[in-house]
């Protein structure tokens, strides 16, 4: 296949991109910019699903016998305010999940990845006869909330067009415009957010022997959770353990009846991962119990991601098309990745292989003088930071050339 059109899809994809990261849209609130997207899926000739989990949007291209590939790009936004001064910056707002009203920002690069893959349909559609398959295209909602993926799968996703034969991912990174990282295995973390409500017993400021002070007793679950990956994790595994939010108390001279803590926990490993969850249920109910709580605290699960791992031969197999196409000099292993993602929710829920990599997308000069200089985290503004501001080139041109290259390497040859 050539990839000759491309050029020439560019200016609109630019509009694409431009618009959606202007008018960016919260998880499972994604209207406007679903709209658009299935707009442009039903022009390529694809027949459109929309509505699947919520607010997701799915086409399909039956060109024949032979795979059903599935290429998936998420499209929410980030309650964020934006600060990269682009002309084309987000003023939006919207209302999140606690009805609060919020600036609304495209930090995460949604925009790109939904660009990408509108730009990768076009051009698959185009080119019909150098493949035969079914094209299986996921827009998917509430990647931010990690339930995306399994809203639409519980939705019937895989009712629409079969079972994948694979299934296939990319994120934008603040890397090298262009630049490639892929790797076998896993290559994202596993994420658990938990709410843990701790009850105590209020009263005056001045009389603290007549209550159970509940901001006491958060103080010492907050550092008694610090000792997890230092204490109980060995030095040769990974984790991490965040206490993101504390709220307690609405005056100085009021001792609260409860206090509320939201806790982020990163591993790569399902045997840390569960040893680090059992030891937080610990120490809170432990921590409760020794300062005489009235009644045990609550803890809840609010979002979970699984790692992220990719099936090695499929990997293999596109890591040397990369090298091929992108040059070897541009496609690298990707490090361990901290973040984390609910792709893999649907090679999982397949059973078949998958694969996710990383394209870089801010100035090259900029990303490798940071890095020479040793001020990578200080210079180099990274995914959900108000100052997230992909190139546009060559980062259209290339995640969307990754994305038709990897799906025709699987799509079978007419």
Same mark, same amino acid.
């Given at each position: 296949?050539?990839?000759?059109?491309?050029?020439?899809?560019?200016?609109?994809?630019?509009?694409?991109?431009?618009? @959606?990261?202007?008018?960016?849209?919260?998880?499972? &609130?994604?209207?406007?910019?679903?709209?658009?997207?299935?707009?442009?899926?039903?022009?390529?000739?694809?027949?459109?699903?929309?509505?699947?989990? /919520?607010?997701?949007?799915? $086409?399909?291209?039956?060109?024949?016998? *032979?795979?059903?590939?599935? @290429?998936?790009?998420?499209?929410?936004?980030?309650?964020?305010?934006?600060?990269?001064?682009?002309?084309?910056?987000?003023?939006?707002?919207?209302?999140?999940?606690?009805?609060? %009203?919020?600036?609304?920002?495209?930090?995460?690069?949604?925009?790109?990845?939904?660009?990408?893959?509108?730009?990768?349909?076009?051009?698959?559609?185009?080119?019909?006869?150098?493949?035969?398959?079914?094209?299986?295209?996921?827009?998917?909602? $509430?990647?931010?909330?990690? !339930?995306?993926?399994?809203?639409?799968?519980?939705?019937?996703?895989?009712?629409?067009?079969?079972?994948?034969?694979?299934? @296939? +991912?990319? =994120?934008?990174?603040? $890397?090298?415009? *262009?630049?490639?990282?892929?790797?076998? +295995?896993?290559?994202?973390?596993?994420? %658990?957010?938990?709410?843990?409500?701790?009850?105590?017993?209020?009263?005056? +400021?001045?009389?603290?022997?007549?209550?159970?002070?509940?901001?006491?007793?958060?103080?010492?679950?907050?550092?008694?959770?610090?000792?997890?990956?230092?204490?109980?994790?060995?030095?040769?595994? !990974?984790?991490?353990?965040?206490?993101?939010?504390? =709220?307690?108390?609405?005056?100085?001279?009021?001792?609260?009846?409860?206090?509320?803590?939201?806790?982020?926990?990163?591993?790569?490993?399902?045997?840390?991962?569960?040893?680090?969850?059992?030891?937080?249920?610990?120490?809170?109910?432990?921590?409760?119990?020794?300062? /005489?709580?009235?009644?045990?605290?609550?803890?809840?699960?609010?979002?979970?991601?699984?790692?992220?791992?990719?099936?090695?031969?499929?990997?293999?197999?596109?890591? &040397?098309?990369?090298?091929?196409?992108? +040059?070897?000099?541009?496609?690298?292993?990707?490090?361990?990745?901290?973040?984390?993602?609910?792709?893999?929710?649907?090679?999982?829920?397949?059973?078949?292989?998958?694969?996710?990599?990383?394209?870089?997308?801010?100035?090259?000069?900029?990303?490798?003088?940071?890095?020479? *200089?040793?001020?990578?985290?200080?210079?180099?503004?990274?995914?959900?930071?108000?100052?997230?501001?992909?190139?546009?080139?060559?980062?259209? $041109?290339?995640?969307?050339?990754?994305?038709?290259?990897?799906?025709?390497?699987?799509?079978?040859?007419?």
């Amino acid at each position: 296949m050539t990839l000759a059109p491309l050029e020439g899809l560019l200016p609109s994809l630019r509009e694409l991109y431009i618009d @959606l990261h202007r008018n960016p849209e919260l998880s499972f &609130a994604e209207h406007r910019t679903a709209a658009e997207l299935a707009r442009r899926l039903g022009d390529a000739g694809y027949e459109v699903h929309t509505g699947i989990g /919520g607010t997701g949007v799915v $086409g399909v291209l039956r060109n024949g016998t *032979g795979p059903v590939v599935l @290429l998936r790009a998420d499209i929410d936004a980030l309650p964020l305010q934006e600060k990269t001064g682009l002309e084309y910056a987000s003023r939006a707002r919207g209302t999140d999940v606690d009805g609060k %009203d919020v600036p609304v920002m495209h930090a995460c690069g949604h925009d790109m990845h939904a660009t990408w893959l509108s730009g990768a349909a076009d051009l698959l559609a185009r080119a019909r006869e150098s493949w035969q398959g079914t094209l299986l295209v996921v827009f998917q909602p $509430g990647e931010e909330r990690g !339930s995306g993926a399994e809203a639409m799968l519980r939705d019937g996703l895989f009712d629409i067009a079969g079972t994948p034969s694979v299934v @296939l +991912g990319q =994120h934008i990174v603040p $890397g090298p415009a *262009g630049w490639v990282l892929i790797r076998p +295995g896993v290559i994202m973390a596993a994420t %658990d957010s938990l709410r843990i409500v701790l009850h105590g017993r209020g009263g005056h +400021g001045s009389r603290p022997e007549t209550t159970v002070d509940p901001a006491v007793m958060a103080a010492s679950v907050v550092m008694r959770l610090q000792t997890i990956v230092s204490r109980e994790i060995s030095a040769t595994e !990974s984790a991490v353990v965040t206490v993101g939010q504390l =709220h307690v108390g609405t005056a100085s001279n009021i001792i609260a009846d409860e206090a509320v803590l939201e806790v982020n926990v990163r591993s790569f490993d399902e045997q840390v991962r569960a040893k680090v969850l059992a030891a937080i249920d610990r120490i809170v109910r432990g921590e409760a119990a020794a300062a /005489g709580a009235p009644k045990p605290p609550e803890i809840t699960s609010i979002a979970s991601f699984p790692v992220t791992t990719n099936d090695d031969a499929t990997t293999e197999t596109l890591t &040397a098309l990369f090298r091929k196409v992108r +040059g070897p000099e541009r496609v690298i292993e990707a490090p361990l990745v901290t973040g984390s993602e609910d792709f893999s929710e649907f090679g999982r829920a397949a059973g078949v292989p998958s694969v996710f990599w990383l394209v870089g997308g801010l100035d090259q000069d900029q990303v490798l003088t940071a890095i020479a *200089g040793g001020r990578f985290d200080e210079d180099v503004p990274s995914n959900h930071s108000p100052l997230f501001a992909p190139v546009l080139e060559p980062t259209l $041109g290339a995640g969307v050339e990754t994305l038709v290259m990897a799906a025709l390497e699987f799509l079978a040859a007419p």
